[in-house]
Each structure stands twice: as structure tokens, then as C-alpha cells.
């Protein structure tokens, strides 16, 4: 059985870093295609970063371009999402998510595994 473990979220300040993680356990990230999701309330499900398996094609939301930074570590089975510069309108449970394969893929029913989701605030 696959699982998405995410840790790292919290509250925090605008202007402040985070780094989330999501460790994988029953299958290897090494040939998955990843990603990260977030879900506000009120609001849909919406892609924030998404990586092919080697990590040389990604995806970012416009929203987040230049200040989150997908990755792995395949020694970990880990994937992380790097945030800076974080501001109010970030404030959302943010969901890791991977594919079977490994192609690049921003839309969420592509995706097979799902983490729990993690809370992040960012007060203002």
C-alpha cells in the first residue's frame, strides 16, 4: 500500500519560508511524475508545482513562479516544496500527490496517491 506522508506545515509570517515535505513508503518516487496541490476554503483544488520523474520538466502556478521550488530526494524517497516569500493568499492545506508514471501532469485526477494535506498560514 502506497502512502503520502506531508510534514512542515504551520504558521508563519508573511515574508517568511517554509519547506514542506512528503515521504513516500510502499513505492519509490524515483519514476513518479510529483506534485503539490493547495485547497483554500471556499476555493477548488488548484496545482501549485508539479515535477516529471527526472525533475527536468516542471510546472509552476503563476501565482507561485519564483518563489516555490519543487524537488526530491530519491535516497529519502522524499519530495519536498520549497516556499518563500510567503504571503496571506498562500494560507491553504497544501496536498503532495504522485503518478505511476512519469510524465509531466498538472491536472489532479492524473495523479494516484494522495498525502493527507498539511495546513499552512501565513498571517499578514
Known amino acids: 500500500q502506497v502512502q503520502l506522508v506531508e510534514s512542515g506545515g504551520g504558521l508563519v509570517q508573511a515574508g517568511d519560508s517554509l519547506r514542506l515535505s512528503c515521504a513516500a513508503s510502499g513505492r519509490t518516487l524515483r519514476t513518479a511524475a510529483i506534485s503539490w496541490f493547495r485547497q483554500a476554503p471556499g476555493k477548488e483544488r488548484e496545482i501549485v508545482a508539479a515535477a516529471n520523474w527526472s525533475g527536468d520538466s516542471t510546472y509552476y502556478a503563476d501565482s507561485v513562479k519564483g518563489r516555490f521550488t519543487i524537488s526530491r530526494d530519491n535516497t529519502k524517497n522524499t519530495m519536498y516544496l520549497q516556499m518563500n516569500s510567503l504571503k496571506p493568499e498562500d494560507t491553504a492545506v497544501y496536498y503532495c500527490?504522485?503518478?505511476?508514471?512519469?510524465?509531466?501532469?498538472?491536472?489532479?485526477?492524473?495523479?494516484?496517491?494522495w498525502g493527507q494535506g498539511i495546513q499552512v498560514t501565513v498571517s499578514s
Open positions: 500527490a504522485a503518478a505511476r508514471s512519469g510524465g509531466l501532469r498538472t491536472r489532479a485526477p492524473l495523479y494516484d496517491y
